[in-house]
């Protein structure tokens, strides 16, 4: 049957690290998830108000094949300098895509929500140095989760968002996780019910009887034009091709869809990245169809749609009462 990893995050996929750097006066912070031995990557993006860079580069018909590290970050439209720092932190140790026998140019996709307006100041003071500090707090044991990293501002559906992670390994051994910062228009909560709309994909008891049924939510958030987003990486240690893996991102917007309702929003820059590590063969099925790895792609796509689903909830589930904003953990019972 399948499981839940080690640590139930990211860093269970072999050869990926995560670290962050908070600033709780700023209400923001950065995450990084680091590739030391590169991976290669794919995303796709649902939201109408995205902030990104180097995304064109993952398109399967483009270039550069694998990426370093994939930088999350708070700070809006600003908070893209965090990953100049990453950039930084991966060039003198040689991680990046050569340019001759001496130099590299590290690969850093990157993305931003909006938390602005959060903290003691309007506008966080993210710069280069976020990224780095993120890279030197990057390892392969937990993963810090709540009020951390790009999640340390973030809303979710009127009440306080954060970062969360979950995996599993399925029966081939292959193993599957994401990570994600909720800063959604939508909910995680069914209104209905006071219960999360994905609370049925809880594994190994991992949620710690920390649902509370039925909660009472805030009034709906009214939203204005870009200031949510919801930020995932899924990862696997299956060989994947580029275009494998903008597959993998595509199948998983279907967890972020089912966990947060409404999703991909006119003001929202909802993303999703996909890397592949590429340590695990995938199992081949004979067939009519002339694609005997199809089958093996389903299956990592729906257990990367349900990883990103639970991983959105043990972001609300560990975020803690900030900034004017509710966590979950402390909203009233219906």
């Known amino acids: 049957m399948p499981a839940t990893g080690k640590h139930n995050g990211l860093t269970d996929v072999p050869g990926i690290r995560v670290g962050s750097y908070t600033d709780t006066q700023a209400a923001s912070g950065t995450t990084v998830v680091l590739c030391p031995?590169?991976?290669?990557?794919?995303?796709?993006?649902?939201?109408a108000a995205p902030g990104t860079r180097e995304t064109d580069l993952l398109a399967p018909e483009n270039l550069v094949e694998k990426v370093n590290a994939v930088c999350l970050s708070g700070g809006s439209v600003f908070g893209l300098a965090a990953a100049d720092g990453v950039v930084r932190h991966l060039?003198?140790?040689k991680m990046g895509f050569a340019l001759d026998d001496d130099h590299v140019a590290p690969i850093v996709p990157a993305a931003v929500?909006?938390?602005?307006?959060?903290?003691?100041?309007f506008r966080p003071s993210v710069d280069g140095e976020w990224g780095q500090a993120a890279c030197r707090a990057a390892d392969s044991g937990l993963v810090q989760t709540g009020c951390v990293g790009a999640g340390t501002g973030a809303m979710a559906g009127g009440i306080k968002g954060g970062l969360g992670t979950a995996s599993v390994v399925l029966e081939t051994g292959v193993t599957v996780a994401a990570l994600a910062a909720v800063n959604s228009l939508g909910s995680t909560i069914n209104p209905?019910?006071?219960i999360f709309w994905e609370a049925r994909l809880e594994m190994d008891e991992e949620f710690g009887g920390r649902l509370r049924q039925p909660v009472a939510l805030p009034g709906p958030s009214p939203g204005k034009?870009?200031?949510?987003?919801?930020?995932?990486?899924?990862?696997?240690?299956a060989v994947l091709n580029k275009a494998q893996a903008k597959k993998i991102a595509m199948m998983a917007h279907d967890g972020m869809a089912r966990a947060i309702r409404p999703a991909h929003t006119m003001f929202d820059g909802d993303i999703?990245?996909?890397?592949s590590t590429g340590r695990q063969p995938l199992p081949e099925t004979d067939g009519f169809f002339a694609a005997p790895l199809a089958p093996a792609i389903n299956e990592l796509g729906h257990a990367a749609?349900?990883?990103?689903?639970?991983?959105?909830?043990?972001?609300i589930l560990d975020a803690e009462s900030a900034y004017g904003m509710t966590a979950y953990r402390d909203l009233d019972r219906r």
């Open 37 to 47: 031995d590169g991976a290669i990557g794919g995303v796709d993006v649902r939201g």
């Open 91 to 93: 060039e003198p140790r």
């Open 113 to 121: 929500l909006f938390d602005l307006g959060r903290g003691s100041d």
């Open 192 to 194: 209905s019910t006071g």
């Open 225 to 237: 034009p870009g200031q949510n987003t919801t930020l995932a990486v899924v990862a696997t240690g």
């Open 272 to 275: 999703v990245f996909c890397l």
């Open 305 to 315: 749609a349900d990883c990103l689903a639970r991983a959105i909830i043990h972001a």
